[in-house]
């Protein structure tokens, strides 16, 4: 409720104000009216401060004295004219009124210190002496001179006519001072100014009638009157708490148009008024506008200088905005390309480039968050570990770039291969404990001026390194090849997958104690018509690619769940029990994945058991949907086969949180078996930790009747491989083992 004081004030305050025109204008009741006004002014101006507690009190303390004082004048007056019956000139209520002008000024300089920020304002400042100057210079041509050059008054009552518009002077500069300063206003803090204006507007008109027309002043006790109600109501709004503690929120330093006009007015009031009939007769006329003049446009002067300034800084600062890197603060890709473009201009100049591997696994199983703070601290170690004159960039993502001018190939080899070794060292972000590896291409600029075939080499030799999983990588002419053959079989796929240029074969998952084929696992092959039999290392990782692994993955599944139907009608029990399939980590990327094999198994009337679902460690490692698709297809009945288990990230680690039921044990474990080692150690732990989790085992790439033999003696029962046979279209049921069939 008390929030809505200062509006009732304001309100009855009006009225009050409109009400006292109503009485006898020369009358003492009309007075009285008005000193009531006034004083009431000054009691909420005091119980404003108590209500509200303001935090600066003292300044509101000098307004309510200004008030009080003001009204003491008026009382004193009022006492000599209707008790005394005179109305001398100058009286001693002009020391009552003249004294409370320097209250009212020093209550605003404790405002203005408040709300400005003397660097930032510094505009504001000069613009409000520009205004101040302006007018003031008016003011003392058509007012003040006047007023101190009448040779009918005293000397005293020409000191005291010319103290009364020397304080409306005071009062005006710093009226300029509040309203060109930049920033937003409280409602209290505009009410302030809203009183102070009235004050001015009042004494201002009343000097100007006094000096040039006979016109009746009772007019303007309207202005006196509201400027008392404006500082009552400033006070009494909420929002005086705080008036004059802190700077306000800046709207920012850009000159509007109505600022402008402004400045332009003020600053050609100077010379204009030496075109007005009379001004300028008089040498100290002459001279107030002359020095006026001189002042005016050496404030000009400064302000144009502190806005040039003001640009230039600003435009430096928007193109290091412009060429830096928002997250990291290292140069971007545009700042990074000038550079590379100018020295390759100076001579001889090493790129390379740094992609951090599975990034996208730490932003989907740890937050955007973590991933964030991880690329701030690659940043930070980059910037660390290089020289200075080493030009370290964010192209963007998670790939960086590094321009070292000057180099030779063995020196930027050095720096590259110290620097791998820096980025090996664990990232801790919060609770997590990160290990970072980086695929780092090299390449010099010899033989080119263009920045864009650098960074294309680089880029090459960085997707070299990544493949092979290895060191850093310089780039060579065969890499070129090795590019130019993979874009082409990306580029081809689409054309195959239109014509049916691929075949499903299957290899048999044998029971190693009665030879019988169990499963089988679908594997695809691409029959180019020109090139011939393409094997799938070759195009998948360009399917991976571009993104057709998804759909000729999902062709892949409806053909061999169809066959497996139809074996199943065929064969009976002979059948093998269940499909494998092979499925990416494009793939369990892909939204809805889990509900796409249903509606497969559905059309093609495969019950869910029937199918197992391979997947590599690498798929799963990184979590977040890969692990969430796993799980809604176990949950669906499917079996989960880890496929290639024992060389991936933490293949253990994996056993807790991806549902499992399949280990596949991966053939450089099985193939030396035979001898006493470090292999046939390790297959046997296997099998133990998959018998110990209720888990089944299959050997890969068995290749030997011994290694047979062997696995199984070692507890093994199922087997896949060259020795029980190859992949092929449509293998015969049921398959020769290895010991009698029935």
């Known amino acids: 409720m008390r929030d809505r004081y200062w509006w009732w004030w304001l309100a009855a305050g009006s009225l009050a104000t409109a009400a006292y025109f109503l009485l006898p204008s020369d009358g003492l009741a009309s007075n009285l009216g008005y000193d009531a006004i006034g004083l009431t002014a000054t009691v909420l101006i005091v119980a404003g401060v108590r209500l509200h507690r303001a935090r600066r009190p003292a300044m509101w303390y000098l307004f309510a004295a200004g008030q009080f004082t003001w009204v003491v004048g008026d ?48 505009a504001a400042l000069v613009d409000a002496a520009i205004v101040a100057i302006g007018l003031g210079l008016v003011f003392w041509v058509f007012v003040m001179h006047p007023i101190a050059a009448d040779s009918t008054a005293s000397t005293f009552e020409r000191i005291v006519g010319v103290a009364y518009p020397a304080a409306d002077a005071l009062l005006l500069a710093m009226l300029a001072r509040f ?17 102070a204006l009235l004050l001015l507007i009042g004494d201002v008109t009343y000097s100007l009638i ?22 009552g109501a400033s006070a009494l709004h909420p929002s005086m708490r705080t008036a004059g503690t802190a700077p306000e929120q800046v709207r920012g330093a850009r000159v509007g148009r109505s600022r402008l006009v402004l400045l332009a007015v003020c600053s050609l009031l100077a010379p204009g008024l030496l075109f007005l009939p009379g001004i300028g007769a008089d040498p100290v006329d002459r001279l107030a506008i002359a020095g006026g003049a001189v002042v005016l446009f050496l404030l000009v002067v400064v302000r144009m200088s502190g806005f040039v300034g003001q640009v230039q800084h600003q435009a430096d600062l928007l193109e290091d905005l412009a060429m830096a890197d928002d997250l990291t603060g290292l140069a971007n890709r545009r700042r990074f390309e000038h550079g590379l473009r100018t020295a390759l201009a100076a001579g001889r100049v090493q790129v390379a480039l740094l992609d951090l591997d599975d990034f996208k696994g730490v932003n989907d199983r740890l937050g955007h968050g973590v991933g964030d703070h991880l690329l701030i601290v690659i940043a930070q170690r980059l910037r660390t ?33 110290r620097l791998a070794d820096t980025l090996r060292a664990p990232v801790t972000t919060g609770e997590h404990e990160l290990l970072v590896g980086a695929s780092i291409g090299v390449t010099d600029g010899y033989g080119t001026d263009d920045p864009y075939e650098v960074l294309r080499r680089a880029d090459v030799a960085m997707y070299a390194a990544k493949k092979a999983a290895d060191r850093p990588r310089r780039y060579a002419a065969e890499l070129d090849e090795q590019s130019d053959e993979q874009a082409r079989v990306g580029a081809e796929l689409r054309t195959a997958l239109d014509t049916g240029q691929f075949r499903v074969v299957y290899q048999p998952i044998v029971a190693l104690s009665s030879g019988r084929t169990v499963a089988v696992e679908a594997l695809v092959r ?18 991976e690619r571009n993104g057709l692994i998804v759909e000729l993955g999902e062709w892949i599944l409806r053909t061999a769940c169809t066959q ?11 059948a093998p029990e269940r499909m494998s399939v092979n499925v990416s980590a494009r793939q369990l990327a892909e939204p809805g994945f889990a509900d796409l094999v249903a509606a497969v198994l559905e059309e093609t009337g495969m019950s869910a058991g029937m199918l197992t679902v391979e997947v590599t460690e690498t798929a799963v490692f990184g ?80 290749e030997t009747a011994e290694q047979a033999a062997e696995l199984q003696r070692l507890g093994y029962e199922l087997a896949q491989g060259y020795h029980f046979g190859r992949p092929v279209a449509e293998p015969p049921f049921p398959l020769p083992g290895l010991v009698a069939r029935h």
């Open 623 to 702: 979590g977040g949907q890969a692990v969430q698709a796993v799980q809604d297809l176990h949950d669906l009945g499917i079996h989960i086969a880890l496929d290639d288990f024992g060389t991936g990230h933490s293949s253990l680690g994996l056993l807790q949180t991806v549902p499992v039921d399949v280990l596949k044990v991966d053939k450089s474990f099985i193939d030396g078996i035979t001898t006493a080692g470090r292999p046939s150690v390790i297959a046997t732990a296997l099998i133990q930790v998959s018998a110990g989790l209720g888990l089944t085992a299959v050997a890969e790439g068995v």
């Open 526 to 543: 691409w029959d180019h018509p020109e090139r011939g039999l393409i094997p799938p290392d070759r195009f998948i990782p360009a399917a």
């Open 564 to 574: 497996a139907v139809e074996w199943r009608a065929e064969y009976g029990d002979l």
């Open 75 to 122: 009382l004193v007056w009022e006492y000599y004219r209707y008790v005394l019956d005179v109305e001398p000139y100058p009286s001693p209520a002009d020391y009552f009124y003249l004294s409370a002008y320097p209250m009212l000024v020093a209550g605003l300089v404790l405002l203005m210190r408040g709300r400005s920020d003397a660097a930032r304002d510094f």
């Open 179 to 195: 309203y060109t300063g930049v920033g937003t206003r409280s409602q209290s803090v505009r009410l302030l100014g809203a009183a």
């Open 210 to 231: 006094e000096l040039y027309s006979d016109a009746d002043e009772g007019i303007l006790d309207a202005a006196w009157l509201l400027s008392y109600v404006c500082w």
């Open 385 to 417: 570990a290089l020289r200075s004159e080493v030009l370290v960039a964010r192209m963007g993502g998670d790939e960086f770039a590094l321009l070292m001018p000057g180099a030779t190939n063995a020196e930027a080899d050095r720096i590259v291969a």
